[in-house]
């Protein structure tokens, strides 16, 4: 692994891009926030890449693009970028997925809060959603 590769270090526990290196023998109660924070990232990521990226072209058009490099698919920082800008962020709920606002993003503003808001009411998942959205953008259509 090359030096310049970014790390973070959370007590005995270091973050690098492909793994967690932990150092000694950390207590029970040591793990739970460091593995927290990685959840956390891991859900908190896409609306981050996302809004990054429609923040970046607005500023700079079509030469942000170099900025994202090839770390990620073109297919995945389009799809975290449409969702970030059809999904504003009063209408995220970070006990919700991702993949939950995704099944929503085709919908109105406020038809989102009202889904995701039942959402959480039912205990629903991104796949359950999906299925609810689906229903109701047929009932409209009839």
């Known amino acids: ?4 590769d970014p790390k ?15 150092s000694g023998k950390p207590q029970l109660g040591d793990w739970k ?8 990232c891991q859900r908190a990521s896409p609306w981050w890449i ?16 170099e900025v994202c490099g090839e770390t990620l698919s073109t297919e995945m920082v389009s799809r975290y970028a449409s969702v970030a ?8 709920h970070p006990e919700l997925s991702w993949s939950a606002h995704a099944a ?13 808001a039942e959402a959480i ?7 359950d959603l999906l299925k609810k959205v689906r229903e109701f953008v047929k009932s409209t259509k009839e």
């Not at 009411?121 to 796949?127: A, T, V």
């Open 33 to 40: 926030g460091p593995l927290h924070f990685a959840i956390w």
């Open 8 to 22: 973070m270090t959370l007590g005995p526990f270091e973050f690098r891009p492909a793994n967690v290196k932990v």
């Open 121 to 127: 009411r039912q205990g629903w998942n991104s796949d």
């Open 85 to 92: 800008r059809r999904v504003p962020p009063q209408n995220r």
């Open 50 to 65: 996302g809004d990054m990226v429609n923040r970046g072209e607005d500023l700079f058009g079509e030469d942000f693009g």
């Open 104 to 116: 929503v993003a085709r919908l109105t503003h406020l038809q989102q809060r009202k889904m995701l």
């Open 1 to 4: 692994m090359p030096a310049s």
